[in-house]
């Protein structure tokens, strides 16, 4: 059953001015900069994009009369002064940055080649203090200023501004070609029990608006909540973790210690009210949320605590928002692993296996250590970049950064300023989509090591000054991944390295980018004659000397010996035209989806008569240029099918793309199977979602919270009757097939449907 989404219709009702909300299409909305796509948005990140994180609490603050909402505790903002405005002192508060401060520095960020923003969740958050007992006696008050604890999705969150505040972010940004993303959680509310005072119940709780005779939301003529019911209230309770009637949360409690999968998936991350993924009134609700924000206009998500969410429900998530109207959007999550780590199988296929992207936290961990902290060599942060280019399918798409909110700041780490900008530079260049945390360009640091200490005001903390060093290194990199396709969607190799240096290359075809890195501020390197492709030339540092860089020769295939200074990083670029008579494809975004989906491809040699084919199956080209092909995934057998791009003879390289074989919806596998010690149970079946009778391709390993009973939820068409197996495998790959007939099971036909078989005997 395919999902079919109306346009955003509003229908006036008898309130003063009110408005309901009906449908999940896109928004009509002011947009100066040229759009990509047919359904006139600019278009999902792909590695041409620099990204900048915002805080949005954090950053600017444009309207001071947003700063204490009516109804807001006081003192629950940081204004010790009493001036109205924030201190940036008590981090734990409220600091008083919104949309409109953002507004206010599109231009310093256009200047600085920024082209998409990730903003905090624009939604109504926990309002109420947070109270963290301290070991002393003490007392600790927080807020919900970082946007993670949601209380109604479908307001916003009025620190931050009303919903016409939201739209003219959004309306200002795409105006200067800047994209949109937001941090979405689909994973929890808020702290429903305090665990600092022997768990003794806090908050938790979902509310949504005020519904009209018909069930819809009832909305004023800016899009803001009303009190339709005339209650003197303009939310209602949904859901709630203390009297849980309709099992929206999975009510476990703190994962603590607990690390296996289970414990990750469905206990608790800091008691904070975790949903039942597995539940299809759950499911249906947060599809409707998202929903509701892409049919804003927006350009893509973030995911929250992507590691804790049931890989199913995340994969139908995404397939769900990326089918409905206005096409495909930009999606990367947080699963937040630290190797050596168990878990890093996991977050390594969690792109193939869902549709979201990672913020690629093997890359800031290795980064962290080779320029932070000088704990591993530049060789081994090479080593990564090659070992990772190969273990991720998307390695372009996983968004990489040298911190975040979550994280340290790297200047406290890196306080000197030339491994600094080493460290920047070489993110600019790598293969992925690089994220700028706010304030790196001006240097921000924090009091200690800590993640909140590192979410500072950078409005009291700093100026918005565009002649630092890094504000340029930013500038020129960004300007730099978008003039040369070597940078977004080249293939990366590793020319020379030592403890402190490293000399790396991307290449897309001809086109090469050549960085020489020097890690250490007051130590000279030599660095060999190096075997090139690169044409006989000279060619200049595309940083201009900003970082000590020199121009270098080439002759006869060499790359001439040359000596790093302390600091020094070199760019060097060939950028030659490739044409337009052979298609070469660079991206595709998105990598799943189902017949009918639309589907970016990107490249060179795109426009023309153009065939596009997964596998063997054409797709209806919608649109085609030079750089850009919007595409209709055909009914093409499900799994995986390499897109190719034909231009009379030539043909380009494949890209894998996972064709759907229906709209996905959840069956949870049971089954009470007795193993030994290195064996676990799998599933495998008929439909390519369950490996298509092939062992090798089966599920994931079932969970076992109550051994000797295993569960999985499993993503599967919807609708759809198939035959399957239950398997054990160990760790050498043997596996041991159930005996008897097959089994056979319907999956449920509704959209956001989840189901349960029964508890099976393995057999």
Same mark, same amino acid.
């Given at each position: 059953?395919?999902?079919?989404?109306?346009?955003?219709?509003?229908?006036?009702?008898?309130?003063?001015?009110?408005?309901?909300?009906?449908?999940?299409?896109?928004?009509?909305?002011?947009?100066?900069?040229?759009?990509?796509?047919?359904?006139?948005?600019?278009?999902?990140?792909?590695?041409?994009?620099?990204?900048?994180?915002?805080?949005?609490?954090?950053?600017?603050?444009?309207?001071?009369?947003?700063?204490?909402?009516?109804?807001?505790?006081?003192?629950?903002?940081?204004?010790?002064?009493?001036?109205?405005?924030?201190?940036?002192?008590?981090?734990?508060?409220?600091?008083?940055?919104?949309?409109?401060?953002?507004?206010?520095?599109?231009?310093?960020?256009?200047?600085?080649?920024?082209?998409?923003?990730?903003?905090?969740?624009?939604?109504?958050?926990?309002?109420?203090?947070?109270?963290?007992?301290?070991?002393?006696?003490?007392?600790?008050?927080?807020?919900? &200023?970082?946007?993670?604890?949601?209380? +109604?999705?479908? @307001?916003?969150?009025?620190?931050?501004?009303?919903?016409?505040?939201?739209?003219?972010?959004?309306?200002?940004?795409?105006?200067?070609?800047?994209?949109?993303?937001?941090?979405?959680?689909?994973?929890?509310?808020?702290?429903?029990?305090?665990?600092?005072?022997?768990?003794?119940?806090?908050?938790?709780?979902?509310?949504?608006?005020?519904?009209?005779?018909?069930?819809?939301?009832?909305?004023? @003529?800016?899009?803001?909540?009303?009190?339709?019911?005339?209650?003197?209230?303009?939310?209602?309770?949904?859901?709630?973790?203390?009297?849980?009637?309709?099992?929206?949360?999975?009510?476990?409690?703190?994962?603590?210690?607990?690390?296996?999968?289970? *414990?990750?998936?469905?206990?608790?991350?800091?008691?904070? @009210?975790? &949903?039942?993924?597995?539940?299809?009134?759950?499911?249906?609700?947060?599809?409707?949320?998202?929903?509701?924000?892409?049919?804003?206009?927006?350009?893509?998500?973030?995911?929250?605590?992507?590691?804790?969410?049931?890989?199913?429900?995340?994969?139908?998530?995404?397939?769900?928002?990326?089918?409905?109207?206005? *096409?495909?959007?930009?999606? &990367?999550?947080?699963?937040?692993?630290?190797? %050596?780590?168990?878990?890093?199988?996991?977050?390594?296929?969690?792109?193939?296996?869902?549709?979201?992207?990672?913020?690629?936290?093997?890359?800031?961990?290795?980064?962290?250590?080779?320029?932070?902290?000088? +704990?591993?060599?530049?060789?081994?942060?090479?080593?990564?970049?090659?070992?990772?280019?190969?273990?991720?399918?998307?390695?372009?798409?996983?968004?990489?950064?040298?911190?975040?909110?979550?994280?340290?700041?790297?200047?406290?780490?890196? %306080?000197?300023?030339?491994?600094?900008?080493?460290?920047?530079?070489?993110?600019?260049?790598?293969?992925?989509?690089?994220?700028?945390?706010?304030?790196?360009?001006?240097?921000?640091?924090?009091?200690?090591?800590?993640?909140?200490?590192?979410?500072?005001?950078?409005?009291?903390?700093?100026?918005?000054?565009?002649?630092?060093?890094?504000?340029?290194?930013?500038?020129?990199?960004?300007?730099?991944?978008?003039?040369?396709?070597?940078?977004?969607?080249?293939?990366?190799?590793?020319?020379?390295?030592?403890?402190?240096?490293?000399?790396?290359?991307?290449?897309?075809?001809?086109?090469?980018?050549?960085?020489?890195?020097?890690?250490?501020?007051?130590?000279?390197?030599?660095?060999?004659?190096?075997?090139?492709?690169?044409?006989?030339?000279?060619?200049?540092?595309?940083?201009?000397?900003?970082?000590?860089?020199?121009?270098?020769?080439?002759?006869?295939?060499?790359?001439?010996?040359?000596?790093?200074?302390?600091?020094?990083?070199?760019?060097?670029?060939?950028?030659?035209?490739?044409?337009?008579?052979? %298609?070469?494809?660079?991206?595709?975004?998105?990598?799943?989806?189902?017949?009918?989906?639309?589907?970016?491809?990107?490249?060179?040699?795109?426009?023309?008569?153009?065939?596009?084919?997964?596998?063997?199956?054409?797709?209806?080209?919608?649109?085609?240029?030079?750089?850009?092909?919007?595409?209709?995934?055909?009914?093409?057998?499900?799994?995986?099918?390499?897109?190719?791009?034909?231009?009379?003879?030539?043909?380009?390289?494949?890209?894998?793309?996972?064709?759907?074989?229906?709209?996905?919806?959840?069956?949870? &596998?049971?089954?009470?199977?007795?193993?030994?010690?290195?064996?676990?149970?799998?599933?495998?079946?008929?439909?390519?979602?369950?490996? +298509?009778?092939?062992?090798?391709?089966?599920?994931?390993?079932?969970?076992?919270?109550?051994?000797?009973?295993?569960?999985?939820?499993?993503?599967?068409?919807?609708?759809?009757?198939?035959?399957?197996?239950?398997?054990?495998?160990?760790?050498?790959?043997?596996?041991?097939?159930?005996?008897?007939?097959?089994?056979?099971?319907?999956?449920?036909?509704?959209?956001?449907?989840?189901?349960?078989?029964?508890?099976?005997?393995?057999?």
């Amino acid at each position: 059953m395919m999902k079919s989404f109306t346009k955003k219709q509003w229908l006036a009702l008898s309130l003063s001015a009110a408005l309901v909300f009906t449908g999940y299409g896109p928004l009509a909305h002011p947009q100066t900069a040229e759009a990509e796509t047919s359904s006139g948005a600019l278009g999902p990140l792909t590695p041409k994009d620099t990204v900048y994180q915002i805080i949005t609490d954090r950053f600017a603050d444009g309207n001071p009369s947003n700063n204490v909402p009516a109804g807001f505790d006081p003192t629950l903002f940081d204004d010790p002064d009493g001036n109205g405005l924030g201190n940036g002192i008590d981090l734990k508060l409220y600091q008083g940055g919104d949309w409109q401060g953002i507004i206010d520095k599109i231009p310093y960020l256009k200047n600085m080649g920024i082209t998409a923003v990730w903003i905090s969740a624009p939604y109504a958050n926990r309002d109420t203090e947070i109270v963290d007992h301290q070991a002393d006696g003490s007392i600790n008050r927080w807020t919900s &200023f970082h946007g993670y604890h949601v209380r +109604s999705y479908f @307001a916003t969150n009025k620190h931050f501004g009303m919903m016409q505040e939201f739209e003219a972010l959004r309306d200002a940004l795409h105006a200067q070609g800047m994209k949109l993303i937001i941090d979405f959680v689909s994973n929890h509310t808020s702290r429903w029990q305090n665990p600092t005072a022997g768990n003794i119940p806090e908050d938790g709780r979902l509310y949504e608006p005020d519904k009209d005779a018909s069930g819809n939301y009832v909305f004023d @003529a800016n899009g803001n909540p009303v009190d339709a019911n005339g209650d003197g209230s303009v939310e209602n309770l949904v859901a709630d973790p203390h009297n849980d009637v309709n099992g929206f949360f999975h009510g476990l409690g703190d994962r603590a210690g607990d690390d296996s999968k289970f *414990g990750f998936r469905h206990k608790e991350l800091g008691s904070l @009210a975790d &949903f039942s993924q597995e539940n299809g009134a759950v499911v249906a609700y947060l599809e409707k949320a998202a929903l509701f924000w892409k049919s804003k206009g927006i350009d893509g998500f973030r995911h929250d605590a992507t590691l804790h969410m049931n890989p199913a429900f995340v994969k139908n998530f995404k397939d769900a928002i990326d089918s409905a109207g206005g *096409g495909p959007v930009s999606h &990367f999550g947080e699963f937040f692993i630290g190797r %050596p780590d168990p878990k890093y199988e996991e977050y390594r296929t969690f792109p193939d296996r869902t549709g979201v992207n990672n913020l690629d936290f093997e890359y800031f961990r290795a980064a962290t250590n080779a320029f932070g902290h000088f +704990s591993e060599s530049m060789s081994a942060f090479g080593d990564m970049m090659i070992k990772t280019s190969a273990d991720y399918i998307y390695e372009n798409q996983a968004v990489t950064f040298l911190d975040n909110h979550d994280v340290t700041r790297f200047r406290f780490i890196q %306080p000197n300023n030339k491994p600094f900008h080493a460290a920047l530079a070489t993110l600019l260049t790598s293969r992925g989509t690089p994220n700028i945390y706010y304030g790196t360009e001006q240097y921000l640091s924090s009091a200690d090591s800590s993640d909140i200490a590192g979410r500072v005001f950078m409005q009291t903390s700093a100026s918005f000054d565009e002649t630092t060093t890094a504000y340029n290194v930013i500038k020129k990199l960004s300007a730099l991944r978008q003039a040369n396709d070597a940078v977004a969607y080249g293939e990366t190799s590793v020319m020379y390295s030592s403890n402190d240096v490293l000399v790396f290359k991307r290449q897309f075809y001809d086109k090469q980018v050549i960085v020489a890195v020097n890690r250490q501020p007051d130590q000279s390197f030599t660095v060999p004659a190096l075997s090139t492709t690169l044409p006989a030339g000279t060619y200049s540092d595309q940083l201009g000397g900003l970082l000590f860089g020199q121009s270098i020769s080439v002759s006869n295939g060499q790359l001439g010996s040359f000596t790093l200074s302390g600091g020094e990083v070199n760019v060097w670029s060939y950028n030659p035209s490739l044409g337009t008579s052979v %298609p070469r494809i660079g991206d595709v975004v998105s990598t799943s989806g189902r017949a009918g989906n639309h589907v970016y491809i990107y490249g060179t040699g795109l426009g023309g008569s153009v065939t596009v084919k997964f596998g063997s199956t054409a797709a209806t080209v919608v649109s085609a240029s030079d750089t850009m092909i919007e595409a209709i995934v055909p009914n093409a057998p499900a799994g995986v099918q390499n897109i190719t791009v034909t231009k009379g003879a030539n043909t380009s390289n494949p890209f894998r793309y996972e064709v759907l074989s229906g709209d996905q919806v959840q069956v949870i &596998f049971k089954v009470n199977a007795n193993t030994v010690f290195g064996e676990n149970v799998h599933i495998v079946g008929s439909l390519p979602e369950l490996g +298509s009778w092939d062992p090798a391709k089966s599920t994931e390993a079932m969970m076992t919270p109550n051994y000797p009973e295993w569960f999985l939820p499993v993503s599967v068409p919807a609708g759809t009757t198939f035959e399957f197996k239950f398997i054990k495998k160990d760790a050498n790959g043997n596996v041991v097939w159930e005996s008897g007939g097959n089994r056979i099971f319907t999956s449920p036909s509704s959209p956001s449907g989840a189901v349960d078989t029964p508890v099976y005997t393995f057999q």
